[in-house]
């Protein structure tokens, strides 16, 4: 045998050797986490604080497990009371997509190397984030099944649940929320943070997972929490059909036409925030009531409302009249920006696109997604491996395979409104951005007006709006103002030690 073919042979032995390269596995670890310490300054105050990276268990009613979720947990450092500190558990959406976005973008120590609008710069990275939250809250994002290093488990024979199956375990609206609220438990109680002030944050679908968790939380687990944040909500089960799911896209239509210099010189002149109100009150007023009327508008009131509707979305009255008043949004990603042979993106319409031809009823991909996925991917896997020291072959999911997902009985915007009820410590705070078409900002506003129709807990629920996207806190400007609404919203909702969670008589 030559020394080149012993060599050869030597290298293949050492690589396939069940102890080579112990952290570059493909084999997920069940049960572990990892500790590194860390120094930052948030709003020109430094500190210390560690980063636990990990995997915890999902288990059945068997005590067995069947998943592992992948998590990050901040907490700073020298803190003299931990049970007085705020613990924040984050969670994105989907349904499918990893804790990536408000990880390194929003609310962590770190966030994308962008430049002040949100859009990637290189090197790809991270940079400190000057607004983090960190300063006042401890925060845990977490990865749902089959997101970021999150997966299924086989059995203990070694073989996978059937996809019928998975679905039955993890892969719904309440199979999501039930898992999840036991995993809570036992983080919490490995962690010993029960004593702690708790607030779920959910962004996008994940609006539907924290809605739906506050009150399984409550309810199974005896945990209860001081707030709830919804970015960017989904509709939460709180239906928005018929005129109203057409009537509420026109204030976002407004945004993005001001934003892109299509409107009138009377309206481009002002500023957003004094024209958003006036269109909010034509669209609950006016605009509202004759889409309800359908085919039977006269043929004078539906010329009025079509010129009105023109005249706040930057689009042609016969492009109005042409939709029966009814624009939907792709199509107005389309035609607000055709003269110009351009497209705007549907979770920020700042974003802006080419397609292969002008003609068409709808952009050919989604401006804002391709330029998002073009800065986080790279910033989150050199993240976690090069500054957390989370070493795995795995893949890191962007977006993980979780279809078909179950939607149906969907009440978690009512059991939302139930968790408040039970509990008067209990307040929610909704952050949405404008120029965002997927979950636009009037939507929001519109379910959070329903969330509770007897108007009784309207004191315990808020609104922010931003001057961006669905990921407000791209944009610097947003990133220091959302981060400080969260503060705020904390300072408001923690009672003193004297103020019970009581409602008191009305005599």
Same mark, same amino acid.
């Given at each position: ?145 089959? %997101? ?7 059995? @203990?024979? *070694?073989?996978?649940? =059937?996809? #019928?199956?998975? !679905? ?114 034509? %669209? ?7 889409? @309800?009327? *359908?085919?039977?508008? =006269?043929? #004078?009131?539906? !010329? ?204």
């Amino acid at each position: 045998m030559t020394i080149r073919r012993i060599i050869i042979l030597s290298s293949l032995l050492v690589l396939l050797s069940p102890w080579a390269h112990a952290e570059f596995s493909r084999q997920l670890p069940i049960d572990e986490k990892n500790t590194t310490s860390h120094s930052t300054k948030v709003n020109g105050k430094s500190f210390d604080y560690t980063a636990t990276t990990g995997t915890q268990p999902v288990w059945d009613e068997q005590g067995k497990p069947i998943a592992s979720l992948f998590y990050t947990y901040y907490q700073r450092s020298k803190v003299k009371n931990r049970a007085a500190r705020p613990l924040l558990i984050s969670f994105n959406g989907g349904p499918g997509s990893a804790s990536v976005w408000m990880h390194v973008a929003y609310t962590g120590p770190k966030v994308l190397n962008v430049d002040s609008e949100g859009f990637p710069l290189q090197p790809y990275g991270v940079k400190t984030n000057e607004f983090s939250i960190l300063d006042t809250a401890d925060i845990v994002f977490v990865n749902p099944v089959n %997101t970021g290093y999150s997966r299924v488990l086989p059995d @203990a024979d *070694g073989k996978m649940p =059937s996809k #019928e199956q998975q !679905q039955k375990m993890f892969f719904g609206v309440n199979a999501d929320v039930k898992y999840l609220a036991e995993w809570i438990n036992t983080f919490v109680s490995r962690n010993n943070r029960w004593q702690s002030p708790k607030y779920l944050i959910g962004e996008s679908y994940g609006t539907t997972r924290v809605s739906g968790l506050a009150l399984e939380l409550q309810a199974r687990q005896w945990m209860y929490l001081n707030g709830v944040i919804l970015v960017s909500p989904t509709d939460i089960g709180i239906k928005r059909d018929g005129p109203v799911k057409a009537a509420n896209r026109l204030p976002y239509f407004a945004a993005t036409a001001w934003y892109h210099k299509a409107l009138s010189s009377e309206l481009q002149n002002r500023d957003l925030l004094e024209i958003l109100p006036e269109v909010e009150q034509f %669209t609950l007023e006016q605009y509202l009531p004759a889409l @309800a009327k *359908g085919g039977f508008i =006269s043929a #004078e009131e539906k !010329q009025r409302i079509a010129q009105q509707v023109a005249h706040y979305s930057g689009l042609s009255v016969q492009t109005v009249l042409a939709n029966n008043l009814d624009i939907e949004a792709s199509y107005f990603w389309k035609e607000i920006l055709r003269h110009r042979e351009q497209t705007v993106g549907r979770l920020d319409s700042r974003y802006l696109g080419i397609d292969e031809k002008v003609s068409g009823s709808r952009p050919d991909y989604n401006a804002e997604l391709t330029s998002w996925l073009h800065s986080f991917t790279p910033a989150i896997n050199y993240y976690l491996r090069e500054e957390l020291n989370y070493k795995t072959d795995i893949k890191y999911n962007m977006f993980g395979n979780v279809h078909p997902w179950d939607r149906s009985k969907n009440k978690t915007g009512e059991n939302l409104r139930l968790a408040m009820a039970q509990n008067p410590y209990l307040n929610v705070m909704v952050q949405a951005g404008y120029y965002d078409g997927a979950t636009n900002y009037f939507d929001a506003k519109y379910t959070l007006w329903q969330l509770d129709p007897s108007g009784k807990m309207r004191d315990r629920l808020s609104f922010k709006g931003y001057r961006s996207g669905h990921m407000m806190y791209l944009r610097y400007q947003d990133l220091e103002a959302s981060n400080q609404d969260i503060r705020d919203f904390m300072q408001a909702t923690l009672p003193n030690k004297t103020t019970p969670a009581k409602y008191h008589s009305k005599h």
